[in-house]
């Protein structure tokens, strides 16, 4: 007796699931300390956070493009004036 051929069932499809995209990559840039007295690095974005190290005049760095109230954020417990810095525009931004 030949055994009949039953057709595959179909598989139950579930919606999606829904995915958070991931979070905005962040915007860094590089500067440069534009006065000769230098400037402070500081724990936080203020003269009342603790200074942390120098950068001195001509002396560059990577800091998030954005800039909060004044201060640029280098990494964690960093942070320099936007006063006495400028832009590298010959060196690309890049996202971190």
Request: hydrophobic content about 35%; some cysteine.
């Amino acid at each position: 007796m030949a055994a009949q051929a039953t057709a595959p069932a179909e598989a139950a499809t579930a919606a999606p699931a829904t995915v958070k995209a991931p979070a905005a990559a962040e915007k860094y840039c590089k500067y440069k300390v534009t006065t000769q007295a230098g400037v402070n690095v500081r724990s936080g974005p203020g003269t009342n956070h603790s200074i942390v190290g120098t950068y001195a005049d001509g002396q560059t760095f990577w800091a998030k493009a954005a800039s909060v109230n004044g201060w640029r954020y280098i990494s964690s417990a960093r942070h320099v004036t936007t006063q006495h810095t400028a832009q590298v525009t010959s060196t690309p931004c890049q996202y971190g």
